[in-house]
């Protein structure tokens, strides 16, 4: 099978940006008939072919020291590094926490919220990721083609896909650039 | 004329144009951001650069003019990727959540234009600092994170408004939008006519009652006029859903270009009283809902056997209604039914000293738009800082360029502290003190056109003692006049309240005197009150309204506002009719209340201050069981076998006007 491969993972999104994906409906089979789906969120494999994919999908921005290794190991073994959704292209909503910084954002979610028990703590096992600020992920690793949106339209989604299965730079303008 | 290329197509162009407007009329738009055609060119965004041939660096051509055979190119290469820089900067400054960005998709300024470069990404990103949100203002709230600091705010709070609230705090990165020394919006100066959210091209300038209520492109956009008062300020009704979402300023309006105040544009969408939506009779002392079919009858049941009496019937009608309704009223109860007592709400109380003097001189007013240009105002009873502000928006403006004001009011108001002069007569001194003003002039030698003047000294005299201005005071305020080119004086409800013609004529005359009024111009003008006040005045409605034993009272009210002083003044009716929009006092005391439409939901025509007939659409459509004004006097006239008159343009010049009607 010489189909080209597409491996997806999500980072620090909110899984909106696949289930955009999912909404492009039966179109879903155009992409399976062009391209082998490999691993995604979605799929039982989980970690991109170590041998490479043609193209790697990542959802959500950067915001510990795993999403860091998740993304160097899909740019790693993609010859195309797709950046999917607002997170993954600017930070998008996760990215307001820099405004306070890492330290209080994890102070304010797990002792001062209401829904805490009286005492909570911190988590501090030294087997946890380490929370950085977050970031783009053109910010950690070189990102050949950003799709924003929040998240982007089946539509723009199903471009993209489809271009760089054919082998085609996907054109993102007018109708299929957004923002929001 | 000039001679520019602008992407290898010719064009001529007036000297002076700026290349960004050539390239317009050659149908060429250049990206911009802080440019607006109704504001001073700043070039502080730079969005706009051009590469003009044998100049080096990128021109920004919304401050550049045009020079003979410059050849400009606007979509090169390298022009392209300085521009995607420039954006990449704007965004690398502030923080662009457009997710939940009221404006993105369509309606940001920035975003349009980042789209427009194809960006898909920020190639910078922002630097992740907090900054202020000014929540303090009714109207708006100031969110500085999506600020880019184009300062058309800025400009429109000086350019349109005159009010120079909005200012740049600080400079470069730390540059910050603030009102006056940095106190929250809701503390400050500001008037609240909302240009500035008008103006601004990103989410910064959040409209409290339009955000989130849809693109404008899924709104349906009614030009029409704004009846909040005599100014008559054209404006854009957004309407989705049957309702309005916002008003807007209307950039072509020729009273106004895009400018309102706060009540044209905040008060139809933030209207809090309680809207009538049936027909109402008393039935043992209490209102109850009944048919039109009984409301109708039960009216005309009373009118009918009045008919032909004088002393019958008494009825008001509010200056807000259009001109085809004023002229039915009027055609109904007084050429009719034949009453005595046909008049309007404002009882000619803004209007008649000023009718009475143009039966005498013609038209001898002048036009707003010499407001613009004048280099001294003098205000006479005018609150313009409370009413009619639009007037007052148009001369304000100036007031850093030189121009000089002169406030004469006894009441005190913000007006005070922007004037060069303000003098606090005593009421009713008005007469002598404009005698004393034309008497300095005239003993000074500094008339256009010379008055016959007795004794100046006793005029003088006269004008300190009732007055109690000081002689010193009384002739700076002359002077500043005599010495200008262009005063205007405005007038308003302190001097015609009074019914004097003897001032508006004194005014007239210091105004002859002064220049201000010559062979080509007129810059003499009374304010009026409401949007209709002129129409009501030349159809005869503006006599005072006295109750004399009536059998029946009929107020129009329309969506007019209701002062205490009219309901106590109708709670001697015997039986009073009420055809309003909203409840009231006036209504709870009716005995029959006739619910009718509001303006935007009925067109018609108003006559504004100076004379212009402008027609209000129908924006929206009224409750179920709620009826045109027009339609219930019509309706009620069949009932009587009677059919009215509505043809307005005669009507209103039944009598002379003070201005020309055009
Ligand atoms: S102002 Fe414009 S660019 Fe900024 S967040 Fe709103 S839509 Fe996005
Ligand atoms: S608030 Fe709006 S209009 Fe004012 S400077 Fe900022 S972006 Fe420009
Ligand atoms: S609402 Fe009007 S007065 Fe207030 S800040 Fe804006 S432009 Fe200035
Ligand atoms: S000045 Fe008068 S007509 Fe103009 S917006 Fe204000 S209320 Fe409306």
């Not at chain 2, 309704?325 to 109904?332: G, S």
């Not at chain 2, 034993?549 to 003044?569: C, F, H, I, M, P």
């Not at chain 2, 006097?633 to 006007?657: E, F, P, V, Y």
Request: with cysteine; aromatic share 4%; glycine share 8%.
């Amino acid at each position: 099978m010489n189909k080209p491969k597409i491996a997806s993972d999500w980072i620090c999104g909110c899984a909106g940006c696949h289930m955009s994906l999912l909404d492009m409906d039966e179109r879903i089979l155009k992409i399976v008939e062009l391209a082998d789906l490999r691993a995604t969120p979605i799929t039982d494999l989980k970690e991109p072919d170590e041998s490479g994919v043609d193209v790697g999908v990542l959802e959500g921005g950067i915001n510990n020291s795993a999403n860091e290794e998740v993304a160097h190991k899909m740019r790693a073994r993609s010859k195309i590094l797709v950046a999917l959704g607002d997170c993954a292209v600017f930070g998008g909503v996760p990215a307001m926490r820099n405004f306070c910084g890492v330290e209080a954002a994890l102070r304010r979610a797990y002792v001062e919220a209401e829904s805490n028990e009286p005492g909570s703590e911190i988590p501090n096992d030294p087997e946890l990721a380490t929370m950085t600020q977050t970031r783009a992920i053109h910010e950690v690793v070189p990102v050949d083609y950003n799709v924003p949106g929040c998240p982007p339209d089946p539509d723009v989604i199903f471009h993209v896909l489809s271009e760089l299965a054919q082998g085609r730079k996907p054109e993102i303008k007018d109708d299929l650039l957004h923002w929001h | 004329m000039v001679q520019i290329t602008i992407n290898n197509k010719q064009i001529d162009v007036p000297e002076g144009t700026t290349v960004l407007r050539a390239a317009e009329m050659a149908g060429i738009q250049i990206p911009k951001l802080c440019e607006h055609k109704e504001l001073t060119p700043y070039g502080g965004c730079r969005l706009c650069i051009v590469e003009v041939q044998g100049v080096r660096v990128p021109m920004a051509s919304c401050t550049l003019p045009v020079n003979n055979g410059m050849v400009v190119n606007t979509e090169t290469e390298a022009i392209k990727k300085s521009r995607k820089f420039i954006l990449s900067m704007l965004f690398s400054e502030r923080n662009h959540f457009c997710p939940f960005c009221q404006v993105s998709g369509g309606d940001c300024e920035l975003q349009n234009a980042a789209y427009h470069e194809e960006m898909t990404h920020w190639p910078i990103q922002p630097g992740w600092n907090d900054f202020p949100v000014d929540t303090s203002h009714p109207y708006f709230v100031l969110d500085n994170n999506r600020c880019i600091l184009c300062r058309r705010c800025v400009r429109a709070c000086a350019e349109m408004a005159g009010n120079f609230t909005l200012s740049v705090a600080e400079r470069g990165a730390k540059s910050m939008i603030v009102a006056d020394t940095d106190v929250p919006l809701g503390d400050s100066t500001c008037i609240k006519c909302g240009s500035c959210v008008q103006v601004c091209p990103t989410g910064a300038l959040i409209d409290r009652t339009s955000a989130y209520q849809g693109h404008d492109e899924k709104m349906t956009e009614i030009k029409s006029v704004c009846v909040g008062c005599s100014v008559g300020c054209s404006i854009n009704i957004l309407v989705r859903d049957n309702r309005i979402v916002r008003i807007e300023g209307d950039w072509e309006g020729s009273v106004n270009h895009g400018v309102l105040c706060e009540h044209g544009r905040y008060d139809p969408t933030t209207e809090a009283r309680k809207r009538i939506t049936t027909p109402m009779m008393k039935k043992n002392g209490k209102l109850e809902p009944v048919s039109w079919e009984d409301a109708l009858n039960a009216v005309k049941d009373k009118l009918q056997p009045l008919a032909g009496n004088k002393n019958g019937i008494a009825a008001l009608a509010s200056t807000r209604l259009n001109a085809e309704t004023l002229t039915a009223f009027k055609d109904l109860f007084e050429s009719k039914i034949q009453s005595g007592m046909v008049t309007s709400i404002e009882e000619g109380v803004p209007s008649s000293a000023v009718m009475k003097f143009s039966e005498k001189q013609g038209e001898f007013e002048g036009k707003l738009d010499m407001l613009r240009s004048a280099d001294a105002v003098m205000c006479v009873g005018a609150n313009i800082g409370r009413s009619h502000m639009v007037a007052g928006f148009l001369f304000k403006r100036n007031l850093n360029k030189g121009t000089r004001f002169i406030n004469i009011d006894p009441e005190e108001s913000e007006l005070d502290e922007l004037a060069n002069i303000s003098l606090k007569a005593k009421p009713g001194s008005d007469l002598a003190l404009i005698k004393g003003m034309q008497a300095v002039i005239h003993k000074e030698g500094l008339e256009r056109s010379s008055l016959t003047i007795t004794n100046a000294d006793e005029w003088i005299a006269q004008a300190v003692s009732a007055s109690g201005i000081s002689a010193e005071q009384i002739a700076q305020a002359a002077r500043i006049l005599a010495h200008s080119v262009t005063p205007v004086i405005l007038f308003g409800k302190g001097v015609t309240a009074q019914r004097d013609e003897k001032i508006v004529e004194a005014l007239y005359q210091l105004a002859v005197q002064i220049g201000a009024i010559d062979q080509e111009r007129s810059s003499l003008l009374s304010i009026k009150g409401e949007a209709n006040s002129l129409s009501a005045a030349l159809m005869g409605l503006d006599q005072p309204f006295k109750l004399d034993g009536q059998k029946v009272t009929y107020v129009a009210v329309g969506d007019d506002y209701v002062s205490k002083y009219l309901v106590e003044k109708a709670a001697k009716s015997a039986y009073l009719v009420v055809q309003a929009s909203y409840e009231s006092k006036l209504t709870e005391n009716a005995d029959v209340v006739l619910p009718v439409s509001i303006w935007a939901e009925q067109e018609g025509h108003y006559v504004n201050l100076d004379g212009r007939a402008q027609k209000t659409a129908k924006a929206i459509s009224a409750p179920e069981n709620v009826r045109d004004n027009l339609d219930v006097l019509n309706d009620l006239a069949k009932r009587m076998n009677l059919a009215l008159d509505t043809d307005w343009q005669t009507a209103i010049r039944g009598r002379k006007s003070s201005v020309s009607l055009n």
